[in-house]
Each structure stands twice: as C-alpha cells, then as structure tokens.
C-alpha cells in the first residue's frame, strides 16, 4: 500500500516549456486534489476532483489544467511554464463522501522555472 | 486567501516543554483539522475536530475549539526533538476543500 505518489519529485523546466506532474492513489478515494505551496507558507488548492469524472477550480487554477484518469489517477499539466510557477506541488486524496475530510498527500514535486 | 491563521508563526521550546500554537479562521466550518509537515516532506494528518466538539485528545496532543471565537488551539505535551517540524491548521465547510493556514514553525531543541 504505496498512499498517493507522486512523479517526478524534481522538475526544472525553462519560461515556455509544458509539462505534466502525475499522482496515483491506490486507497480508492474518491476525491483528489492538487495544491501548491510557496516559500514560508501554506497550501494552495489550484484543482480538485470531487469524484471521478468531475474537475472543480480552487483558489489559483489559473496557468494550470488537470485531468481526471480514473479514480486511482490525477495529473496537473502546465501548458507554458512561468517562473511565478515555481513552487512544491502536492497531490492529496480522501474519502470525502460526504463525511470528514481527512486528506492524505504525496511527498511533493520541487518545480524550478527558470 | 488562506482561512486560518496559526500564531505564533514560529516557536522554539526545550525538550520536555509543552507547545501551544494557535489557529484563526473567518468563516463557519464543519471540521479543523491539523497536519504536521518535516522538512521537504508532504503533510501528515494529526487530529480532526467537529464543530459541535470542544476539545479532543490523541496521544501527546490536545486540541480545542471554540467556535464562538473562531479559533482553536493545539497543544503537544512533552515534546520531542521528533517533534520539530511546521503544524498548520486546515478548515473544511462541508465542501469537499480544506482550506489551510500558513503555518507555525515549530522547534524542539534537544
């Protein structure tokens, strides 16, 4: 039982540039989330996924779009990748089916854009 | 925006002294939870308190809410040099989003 991974653990990419981060979970949660944290602060939810199939804005989407695989798989794509993109990314899953909240997260993605 | 606040933002105690960090949140909430992230790793979910619940107990934690003042607090008795790591407090409103604080920085110096 690996919990949410994450790939890859380091990135850096130049202004202009795509990639896509990859997370699986194998607790079959239900819902998904991607966040991003910043020197010094806390967590930022750029996309979750409520349930497989469906996709949902958080507080910064803007620059980044997601994809909801299946219900073990959720990826984060940046289309062209901007310096104010560096950050640690974290995928994270729960149960959320109407109860507690309770997330679990992988160990993060150090993104550098130069 | 970020809903909770921890203070103090940071706090340095001796091994085998207690920790008391606090946390501020704006709006009504369903659930608070509090995680724990070490350095360069992702975060560990350490307690989850219900609104309708005042203070709740887990091994060497202690935590209470007051929804009257919007706030809650955590405490870690006796702590451990282990125990040196950032705590954030997160708050849920029945959506399926937590929305987390900035985070005390917490250490314990052996």
């Known amino acids: 039982n690996a919990g949410v991974t994450q790939t890859p653990k380091f990135q850096v990419l130049k202004t202009g540039q795509s990639m896509t981060l990859q997370c699986a979970q194998d607790?079959?949660?239900?819902?998904m989330y991607w966040y991003r944290q910043d020197p010094g602060m806390g967590l930022r939810l750029i996309y979750y996924?409520?349930?497989?199939?469906?996709?949902d804005k958080g507080e910064v989407p803007n620059g980044y779009n997601v994809s909801r695989l299946n219900k073990r798989e959720f990826s984060l794509r940046l289309e062209s990748a901007a310096p104010s993109q560096t950050s640690v990314y974290f995928c994270?899953?729960?149960?959320?089916?109407?109860?507690?909240?309770?997330?679990?997260f992988g160990p993060g993605t150090r993104l550098t854009v130069t | 925006s970020q809903q909770g606040e921890e203070d103090p933002q940071a706090l340095s105690i001796q091994e085998g002294e207690n920790a008391t960090m606090n946390c501020s949140y704006k709006?009504?909430?369903?659930?608070l939870q509090w995680y724990r992230q070490n350095s360069g790793r992702g975060l560990v979910h350490l307690i989850l308190?219900?609104?309708?619940?005042r203070e709740k107990h887990s091994g060497r934690l202690r935590v209470t809410l007051d929804t009257s003042k919007k706030s809650s607090s955590l405490l870690i008795t006796a702590s451990r040099a282990a125990d040196t790591a950032s705590y954030f407090c997160?708050?849920?409103?029945?959506?399926?989003?937590?929305?987390f604080g900035s985070g005390t920085r917490l250490l314990v110096r052996p």
């Open positions: 994270a899953s729960s149960e959320a089916r109407g109860g507690p909240v309770e997330q679990y």
């Open positions: 607790m079959n949660h239900n819902s």
């Open positions: 996924s409520a349930s497989e199939g469906t996709t």
């Open positions: 709006t009504s909430i369903n659930n």
């Open positions: 308190i219900r609104s309708n619940e």
């Open positions: 997160a708050t849920d409103d029945s959506s399926y989003k937590l929305i």
